[in-house]
């Protein structure tokens, strides 16, 4: 055995030793340090520093030795597992701080941005300042991890099929030594550490060339879509746009990629930015979108919290928001300035990461309490009267927004007075079940009730007696009255219109159609009948020429709702208005 091989060899098994110790390691802190810590803030902080401190440790050696790689992942894991644990503290129980994802998320967040500066800085103290060097170890690591993980699964993929395979003979070796608890974590561990050195070793022939040169393809095909998506904007309603779920969510993964596209064409340095004239401009238009994906961000988010005030994820999604207009306004600096506005972008890229990384530490902090803050606003504006009781999260209060939402439900339950009796109730109720389906169930019954209240004062019935009966509705499915009340309550002029009449005298109840606002202009119709004394909906009305659904101007529906129209016979009678004949069903 040569030199070089014995060095191979001891580098592998060093790191195999490693890694199976660190599976050891994760096996006692999941299966015997609950026991030994009953503190459920010491144990989430402690925890947080063995998860920490192994991850980026794995991602670091092998570019730097291994004390030096542990002296990195101490020093970037220690402050995150301390500040995990002060913003424990915001709940009782580690099981309801396993549910709050956002502090484990600005945790995680924190370790993932934070990994490639300390492998920067470890391997040597002017690194952590220099892009190229931070592009490198980024990228290195995330193909390293990738190609490492994917070999611990053909690992194990190995080990079943072996195991079944001696099955058929009657050898359940295999089984046996999986079956004591240690024994896969340490397996995991020790393959991984080894899949992590060899991919280091074959950094030549496994590098991130292949996977940024392909990632660049996908620019001009982002840019399309973003411009289309940018030039139908004027042309939407913006009450379709941002009437119903908020698209913050998909406007901030959209944001996120563009960044990630472009960052991946600029690459780390000129020399290896792209030169096409096409992925240049494509990268430039790109840049300079994004603060009109930035901007459609923050209104989302801020009309989301007008009309129903601050939670966790609206708080987590409008400190990304801001991230996201800082990126725009960089990015679209940067190019505008024109000479040299990559390197003012990959300069841009290291302040902004380090600010999100001061930022994770702020949302674990009691600077940004999400829960308090949520709590507070919920709770005012039900005092406020701007929220009914069915709008309050009194789920999320009781049981996920830690100490704070408790002590909010206790104080909204301690509500004196016949007008907060549904909501007193409803916290009661939600305290003492822990099934969120039982109490959801009950929560949507009176939902329902109140929709169904609700649509009944914005529907003009046009018929004789002219007052519609809470009972019509009462049969109507949950997405029927969700829809209906959506469009309802979109326009109040002339607003949604029901017609009810004999339009088939062989057919027993009343027959009709009901025209409500659509998204964009004009009514929709919709054929309605009465069965057994309840509203029952059909399909769209179709026009009996070209089949298209009927689309009713506003002029068209107010004379229906001032009695400007006569039921006259088709086949069987029709409402007319003027020119236009409408059959229920048709």
């Known amino acids: 055995m040569t030199t070089q091989d014995a060095q191979v ?16 390691a994760i096996w006692a802190m999941f299966d015997i340090l609950p026991d030994i810590l009953t503190n459920p803030h010491l144990f989430a902080t402690v925890l947080a520093m063995g998860c920490g401190f192994v991850a980026v440790m794995l991602a670091i050696v092998g570019p730097v030795q291994i004390p030096r790689a542990a002296m990195g992942a101490a020093a970037l894991s220690i402050p995150a597992a301390v500040m995990l644990g002060w913003g424990s503290l915001r709940f009782e129980t580690a099981e309801t701080l396993w549910e709050d994802s956002l502090l484990i998320q600005a945790w995680g967040l924190f370790l993932f941005i934070g990994t490639p500066f300390a492998a920067a800085y470890v391997s040597d103290k002017t690194y952590w300042r220099k892009y190229e060097k931070l592009f490198d170890y980024s990228w290195a690591i995330v193909v390293r991890y990738t190609a490492a993980w994917m070999f611990v699964g ?82 939407q309603d913006p009450n379709a746009l941002f009437g119903g779920l908020s698209p913050a969510g998909t406007l901030l993964a959209v944001v996120a990629g563009a960044v990630s596209l472009i960052s991946v064409s600029i690459d780390k340095n000129e020399s290896e930015a792209v030169s096409n004239r096409l992925m240049r401009l494509s990268t430039e238009g790109l840049a300079l979108l994004l603060p009109v994906l930035a901007g459609l961000i923050v209104y989302s988010v801020w009309l989301r919290v007008a009309q129903h005030g601050w939670t966790p994820a609206r708080l987590a999604s409008a400190v990304l928001a801001l991230f ?39 949302w674990m902090s009691p600077v940004l309490d999400a829960q308090r803050i949520a709590t507070n606003s919920q709770v005012s504006r039900y005092l406020d009267g701007k929220s009914r009781p069915q709008d309050v999260p009194i789920w999320e209060m009781v049981h996920e927004w830690g100490l704070a939402g408790a002590a909010g439900a206790a104080q909204l339950r301690a509500l004196e007075g016949e007008e907060h009796a549904e909501l007193r109730e409803a916290v009661g109720f939600a305290g003492s079940t822990g099934k969120r389906y039982i109490f959801e169930r009950k929560s949507e019954d009176v939902l329902r009730e109140d929709r169904v209240g609700r649509l009944v004062e914005v529907i003009t019935l046009v018929a004789e007696g002219g007052e519609l009966d809470r009972e019509l509705l009462t049969n109507l499915p949950d997405f029927r009255l969700q829809d209906w009340l959506v469009s309802c309550e979109r ?23 009901i025209f409500l606002p659509g998204s964009g202009e004009g009514y929709e119709a919709v054929s309605v009948a009465v069965r057994f004394g309840a509203l029952e909906a059909a399909g769209p009305i179709r026009d009996g020429t070209t089949g298209a659904p009927v689309r009713l101007s506003k002029d068209q529906v107010n004379q229906v709702l001032a009695g400007d129209f006569h039921l006259a016979p088709s086949r069987r009678k029709a409402l007319w208005l003027g020119d236009v004949e409408l059959l229920p069903q048709n």
């Open 9 to 24: 060899t001891s580098g592998r098994a060093t790191m195999a030793v490693v890694g199976g110790m660190t599976g050891l």
């Open 154 to 235: 053909a690992f194990w993929l190995l080990v079943f099929l072996s195991n079944a395979l001696l099955n058929i003979v009657g050898i359940s070796a295999i089984e046996t030594i999986l079956d004591y608890d240690p024994v896969p974590y340490v397996l995991t561990g020790a393959v991984l550490g080894v899949a992590l050195m060899v991919g280091y070793e074959m950094r030549d022939y496994l590098s991130a060339y292949l996977v940024l040169h392909l990632l660049r393809l996908l620019t001009p095909a982002m840019l399309a879509v973003v411009v289309i998506f940018v030039g139908a904007l004027p042309f």
């Open 324 to 362: 996201a207009v800082a990126y725009g306004v960089f990015y679209v600096l940067a190019v505008l300035r024109r000479k040299q506005w990559m390197a003012r972008i990959r300069k841009a890229n290291m302040v902004i990461a380090l600010a999100m990384m001061v930022a994770c530490l702020i």
């Open 491 to 513: 326009e109040h002029d002339p607003g949604c219109v029901l017609v009810l009449g004999e339009f088939d005298p062989a057919s027993e109840g009343q027959e009709g159609m």
